[in-house]
Every structure is written in C-alpha cells, then in structure tokens.
C-alpha cells in the first residue's frame, strides 16, 4: 500500500507543471470570464434571465442549433460515403484519399471561407457557370445566409466526420462481411445488417464531435453570413467587442461550454469516447 | 444417418494472382454426405479451392458444379453454402441467438420459423442456454459451436469448414473432433474441410485431398493414405516416416531386392504393380512403428544393426532415433507398455521389420 502511495506521488509530481501551467495561463481565465456573468452590470442571476426573456437571444440559440444540426447531418452523410469508400478502398488508394481529406485541415479556415465566398457570391464561378448555361436567369443568393454558413461549416466539418468514422471503420473485421455473404446476405443485406451497426459507434463519436465544434464556430459564419444570420459565437463576439455588454456575452458563453460539456457527458453514456477518439487503444 | 447432401465437383480448377499459380488444375469429386479434407501445408491452394467453392474467388479457368449444375459465376450469397470461417467471423454485435438467426432473416423466413429453427440448431450445437450472451462471452469451443450452428441453420447444400479448430488448444481440439465427426454423422451432409493439420484430418475425414504447390498430390480415405502413401511428400507430410534410398537389384513377382548402402532390404510390391527396372534407383517410406526392437534369437525379413543416440518418453510410446552404419538414422516407435529394452543413448540395438513394412514411394522431385 505504502508503495503504491509513493508512486502515485511520484506521477503526479511529474504532470505536475503542466497542471500549474494549465491552471495559471488557461482554467483561471475561462472561470474568471465566467465569473463576469455573474457579476456585471450587477451582481446577480439578471444575464440568466435573459435568456429566458430576450426574443433576439431566442432566435441566436435557435439559429445556432439549426445550422449545426444541418451542418452535423450533411457532414455525417459525405462523410460516412467517404470513409466507407476508403475503408474498402486497396491501400495504396487509401493513403491518397486520407491524404485528400487532411489537406483541408491544414489550410487557415479564414482563406477557405473566402474561396467560399468567390465561388457562390453573385459574379461568382457557380452563378455565372449557371448563368452562361441558361439554366437560371438570375443570380442564385448562396451566400451571405444561412446557405453559405451550411456549405462553409460542412466543407469544415467532413474531415471531422470522416477521422473516427474511418477508424471505427477500419476495426471491422472484413472477414464478418464476407461471412455475411456466404450466409446469404445480399450487399444491401451486408450493409445494414453488418456494416452500418459496426460503425455505428464511429458514426455517433464523428456527430457529436461535428456537433460540438459546430456550436462555436465563429469565422466562417461571420464571413458566409455576411452579418445577417447570426451564431452563438459571433453574438458573443458582438456582445463583447462592438456592444461592451460583458455580462451577456459571458452569459452565453457559460451556456455554451454548459451545453458542450452536457453533450459530451451524455454521449459518453453511450459511447466510450476515449476509445473512439484514440487514446487507450 | 439420411444422406441429403449435395455432390459437388470441380474440374481443371485453376487461379493464378499475376505471375504466382495458388492452384493448379485440380479435378475432385464430393459425393453425397461425405466428409472431404482438403489437407496441405500453409500455400499449398486449399484456403484459394475452398474460397473458390464459397465463391469468394473467380476461378482463372476450371468450373465448379453442385449436383452437375455449373455454379462457378454464382455470387457467394446465391450459393447456400454454409460456411464456418477461420476465427469463427461471428456478428460481435449479435448474441448468439442473432447470429445463428442471420442467414435465416437474411431469408426474410418468418418470425415463428426462425425462432424454432434457431432454437434446434443451438440444441443441435449443444448450446441452447447461451442463446442470449454475445459471443465474447463464450469460450473458443462454443464460438466454434455457435459457427457450425449458424453454416447448419438454413440447412445448406454444404458446409464449408475453414480451417475450423486451429484457433483451440489441444484437448480442446480433440473433443471437438470427435463432436464434429458426430454432427458429420447426425447431420447427414456433405462437408468440405480445409486443414494444414494431418491429425485431424485423418480423425475427421471419410476422404482426404492432399495437395502441395497448388497441385493435387493424392486423394484417398485416410488409412490408405497413410499406408500408401504415392509420393515422398505425402509420407512426410502424414504422420513421420523415414526414407531409404537404394537401387533395385532383384525383381519378383511381388517383391524386389534393394541395396542401401551395403544392406540388402527385400520389399514386397503389389502383384498388379509396374515391375521395377534392374538397376534403377528406388525411394522407400518406412513408418517408425513398423520397426521392431529385435530379441535375442528373434529374426526378421530385414534387420539392421545400430545405436541409440537420442530418445524421448512420449507416454504411450518411446521415440528413438538409431544410428545405423548402412541406413543411416531411424527412426523408431515403440510402445512403452512392456517395452523390450530400457532405452539410454549408446545402447545397440538391432532392429527389424517385414518386407510388408515399408512403401515405395515416388520422389516429389521427379
């Protein structure tokens, strides 16, 4: 007993640093901005109850959940096509493809959300493709709304769509698949009756990590929503920098790592995040 | 036993992945509920003709018939072939009951059916009280159980065995054997099984195909096999052997006089049998337990003097191997059970066995 004691010291002597340093430049921070909710203007619960009350805080969270779910939904479709093509796909093919889907990460998302707005703007290559096609007479509006956000926030997400899908993906056995064959399965068969439940866990890590990262999304919204559709972080942003209404913004700020963290607490009921995110494997 | 198996046969069987042949131009014929290995070492083609079978691999060339009728373009799920893989392939997210219902929803069989058939084939496996656990929860002899219970359930054309017991230890793998031999029997279909294991092969199987290189070596029931064994390779490769090397001196009419060395062995042939040249060379198989220990004053068509220069206790048996000046090292079998001699290395000994007792068997080089 007593040595075991030790040791276990001995190990957190050694995370030690890395537990003050996190403590000191990032956790007292974030507390110390939550704090604010609590206690500007006034102290008190008043920047709570606005969130019960304020019809323009209503339509943020509301627009907020839409557009990730959406964004959530539509990641996890290509995403799932793509990481099942390139679970099956020979190895060689495979390295190209993960190659494809990471390029995307390492590239700022401020540049990509302005390609997006070359592409779909009204000159845009997509309206004036169209266009010159005669297919529509008038400029099609695909951004500076909702629908720039979901096609910027989708194109964002996939690559997060596609990394635990394909990992849980890759751990299925292709002997279960051509078992099922030899059973008598047809393809259609092997897919929903194998396939789909095996990846399944994947699927639903690859969701609520979209999901999360979706909720505070703040860049691409700002440029494809040209200001009009407004999401949780850029209303925060907009509370605090342009407004100076710390309290409120702070307010919302604490809702949504509540949320994150809630989210989090829920699925890992369901799921064994760790194991899907990669560690402890 | 009601025989309602399927006759399945192959002919000119070949696959060829680029340069490399896995099989070459194998014909073989199934009968009705027999039980067929396929026996050979680790690239010898079997695992490529039984995934031929399933219809997992196109064929290069050759076709495939069940019953006479050519199924070699048919997809694996058209075929009705059950099949037990190596390492089981059991649905991890199934229980038990799940898994051995799958080919029959697959089927689009009716809930009451179903239930009743899958109940029967648990009870069948012996396994009906664990129809509810997931099959990590079992041991590896019943995830091999709910394997055979799930190729049965949809009462196939035949079952296709993959290497079945080679993920179980060793006891384990002999009571299964036998279980197995008992379905064979209950069961009454033809079964297909591929194995790098001779043992079992030979406990398991009414007939057995031994194939090397992607070739078909020899086909027979097991004990003629072993005892008459065509080629260098299947003496091996079935139980031990030991080979003499000599040259024909004499020929008869069912026996011939060879000369290894300095020794003269005389070696009965069948009287049908080609009549080998004067002269030639000729290779002999002689199984270890066909040698005897001779006593004091004991003879035997041939004998050879030598020496003990390792030994093992094996329980039911001693191994020996014994130095001979003309035939080299022996090796010999001998029962422990009211054994001649207490072996030790360097004690002579001299050996004897009957003109019966050894094969001639054919060099795989040749």
């Known amino acids: 007993m007593n040595r075991s004691w030790r040791s276990e010291i001995g190990w957190f002597a050694l995370i030690l640093p890395a537990f003050l340093l996190m403590t000191v430049f990032y956790i007292a921070p974030i507390l110390q901005v939550l704090a604010i909710s609590f206690t500007e203007p006034q102290p008190g619960l008043g920047n709570y109850e606005r969130l019960f009350t304020s019809e323009s805080i209503h339509r943020v969270i509301v627009t907020t959940l839409r557009i990730c779910l959406i964004t959530t939904v539509l990641a996890l479709l290509l995403g799932y096509a793509m990481s099942y093509t390139i679970a099956l796909a020979s190895p060689r093919a495979r390295r190209w493809w993960i190659l494809a889907v990471l390029v995307p990460l390492w590239i700022s998302v401020l540049v990509r959300a302005f390609a997006w707005v070359t592409l779909l703007r009204r000159q845009g290559l997509v309206n004036n493709t169209l266009l010159e096609a005669g297919i529509i007479a008038e400029p099609l509006a695909l951004v500076w709304n909702e629908f720039g956000i979901v096609v910027g926030m989708v194109h964002y997400m996939v690559p997060y769509a596609v990394l635990p899908m394909l990992a849980s993906m890759r751990e299925i056995d292709p002997r279960l698949l051509s078992a099922a064959r030899g059973l008598g399965a047809s393809r259609n068969a092997v897919f929903a009756r194998v396939f789909l439940p095996l990846s399944l866990p994947g699927l639903i890590a690859a969701g609520v990590l979209v999901f999360i990262f979706s909720l505070g999304f703040y860049i691409t919204p700002a440029i494809l929503g040209g200001g009009k559709t407004l999401m949780v972080a850029e209303w925060i942003g907009l509370q605090i920098l342009d407004l100076i209404r710390w309290g409120l913004g702070t307010m919302m700020a604490t809702m949504l790592v509540v949320s994150i963290l809630t989210t989090l607490a829920i699925f890992s009921r369901i799921v064994d995040l760790r194991r899907i995110f990669g560690s402890g494997a | ?366």
């Open chain 2, 1 to 366: 036993m009601t025989v309602t198996g399927h006759a399945l046969g192959f002919q000119g069987l070949t696959k060829r992945y680029g340069s490399f042949t896995a099989v070459e131009d194998v014909s073989l014929a199934v009968e009705r509920g027999e039980f067929l290995t396929l026996l050979g070492p680790s690239g010898s083609g079997k695992t490529t003709i039984l995934m031929c079978i399933a219809g997992f691999v196109a064929p290069t060339s050759g076709t495939i018939r069940l019953d006479g009728r050519d199924i070699t373009a048919l997809p694996p799920e058209k075929r009705d072939f059950g099949m037990v893989f190596q390492g089981y392939a059991l649905f991890p997210h199934m229980s038990v009951a799940e898994n051995v219902a799958f080919p029959l929803r697959v089927r689009r069989m009716g809930q009451a059916e179903r239930e009743a058939k899958v109940r029967a084939a648990l009870d069948l496996v012996q396994l009906a009280q664990f129809a509810d656990r997931l099959p990590r929860q079992l041991s590896g002899g019943q995830q091999q159980r709910v394997a055979l219970a799930r190729a049965l359930v949809f009462d196939p054309a035949l079952l296709l065995l993959d290497e079945p017991l080679s993920a179980l230890d060793k006891k384990l793998r002999a009571e299964l054997q036998e279980e197995l031999r008992a379905l064979h029997r209950r069961v009454g279909r033809t079964f297909i099984n591929v194995t790098h294991d001779q043992e079992e092969a030979l406990a398991l199987s009414d007939r057995v195909a031994i194939l090397n290189h992607g070739r078909l070596v020899q086909q027979g029931a097991p004990a003629a096999l072993y005892e008459q064994p065509r080629t260098r390779f299947v003496a091996d490769f079935l139980g031990k052997s030991n080979f003499l090397q000599g040259i024909v001196r004499e020929a008869a009419a069912g026996r011939i006089g060879l000369s290894v060395g300095s020794a003269r062995l005389s070696q009965a042939l069948a009287e049908d049998g080609p009549r080998p040249v004067l002269g030639s060379a000729a290779l002999l198989s002689l199984r270890p337990e066909k040698i005897a220990l001779l006593a004091e004053g004991e003879s035997a068509e041939n004998e050879a003097l030598g020496r003990i220069t390792t030994w093992s206790y094996l329980g039911a048996g001693f191994s020996l191997v014994v130095e001979t000046p003309d035939l080299g090292a022996l090796r010999v079998v001998l029962p422990t059970w009211r054994a001649p001699i207490a072996p030790r290395e360097g004690l002579e000994v001299r050996l004897g066995w009957s003109a019966d007792a050894g094969v001639p068997v054919m060099d795989d080089a040749a």
